[in-house]
């Protein structure tokens, strides 16, 4: 059995769809092809539960009619059902078409689809909940005999040689003057990633608050605070932290360029990745790596962790007053602390953060 699955999304839509393409192998034992966009075909680069993924560009249009076709899909799985996809799908020569329900699947025996009662409750699901439900269409009778014994952490995204190398020598070199100094190779520490960028959350802090929040953290010897930049940010960032000699000196930035998979090797070597909605905080949530996320009420549902601990913001970005900044900041300390506490959140050795990686080995 051949099944495509077109997906093709921003980071935190992408990542959630990998523990999908996992499940949707386990249970089938199908041939698994993905239509995706670049972003996609690099996180999949190195997943042996994808037997390919296809740059697609922004988004599958009548272009692409003949490469489907040269596929013989026995299913298509359409995450997005747009009317202008639907129109490409149902002229490739793909047996059945998944998807949610809309006015032009009900006049197609082509189509499986989730029934209209069931939309609204379809929609309050997680994303990943939202993919299964689709791929459980295909054979619902065998998806739920197979489900409960999926181990979905074996859906970890996965590196290659070069990412845990450059990585390991990004820590060696960061923290090269502290460790020979004080000889601290097997002295344990929190290595904590602070995400401050994103642009699609409403509820989140501002810039000046999340620096405030790093403040907080490197007063405690025993966090090693890391900030992973790419171009867009990084600049406006540095010139920000280095009117604080502290967090200038005290911070590990990484610059990260086009090729995401070196952000999925940092956050795999984290004790904790702190948070907004946004793209790092699924990576992290997809490798099992404990989370604090600034959430909205609304996206601990649409965008949930792993792990499910939240601050919420109950107000957007631009309304939120000092007072309830101060809150948030304030619980976020303690989520992290009650994390330690309980050992959820587990403390690394250098030498132990030199040998880490994404693959999990």
């Not at 994808?50 to 560009?57: L, R």
């Not at 960032?237 to 009117?243: D, E, G, H, R, Y």
């Amino acid at each position: 059995m051949v099944v495509g699955f077109v997906h093709h999304y921003g980071l935190g839509d992408n990542v959630k769809a990998i523990s999908g393409f996992f499940c949707l192998k386990k249970i089938y034992e199908c041939k698994l092809i993905v239509f995706g966009n670049a972003l996609m075909s690099n996180l999949c680069r190195y997943l042996s539960f994808v037997d390919e993924c296809i740059d697609i560009g922004k988004e599958i249009t009548s272009h692409h009619i003949d490469l489907v076709n040269s596929y013989h899909c026995d299913y298509i799985i359409l995450s997005n059902p747009k009317r202008k996809f639907l129109h490409v799908l149902s002229r490739t020569n793909c047996r059945t078409i998944i998807t949610t329900t809309k006015i032009a699947t009900l006049f197609s025996k082509r189509y499986k689809t989730i029934p209209l009662l069931y939309l609204p409750k379809y929609r309050k699901q997680d994303g990943i909940q939202n993919l299964c439900t689709l791929i459980r269409k295909i054979n619902p009778r065998l998806y739920d005999s197979k489900i409960t014994d999926v181990d979905f952490s074996q859906s970890c995204i996965r590196t290659a040689t070069i990412h845990k190398e450059v990585i390991t020598d990004f820590f060696k070199k960061s923290l090269k003057h502290e460790i020979t100094a004080g000889g601290k190779e097997s002295y344990k520490q929190f290595y904590i990633m602070v995400n401050p960028f994103c642009w699609t959350a409403s509820h989140t802090i501002q810039l000046d608050d999340w620096l405030n929040l790093i403040k907080k953290l490197i007063a405690n010897p025993q966090y090693v605070i890391v900030v992973v930049t790419y171009d867009s940010v990084h600049d406006d960032f540095m010139q920000k932290l280095s009117q604080d000699s502290m967090l200038y000196e005290r911070c590990l930035i990484y610059r990260n360029g086009n090729d995401i998979l070196y952000l999925v090797e940092i956050i795999a070597r984290m004790s904790c990745v702190i948070s907004p909605s946004t793209g790092p905080i699924h990576i992290a949530s997809n490798l099992f790596i404990p989370t604090i996320g600034l959430y909205s009420q609304y996206d601990t549902i649409k965008w949930a962790t792993w792990d499910k601990n939240y601050v919420i913001i109950p107000k957007p970005t631009n309304k939120l007053s000092s007072k309830e900044i101060d809150t948030i900041l304030i619980k976020t300390m303690q989520l992290l602390d009650d994390g330690i506490k309980t050992a959820h959140i587990i403390p690394k050795t250098f030498n132990a953060l030199c040998r880490d990686s994404a693959s999990h080995t």
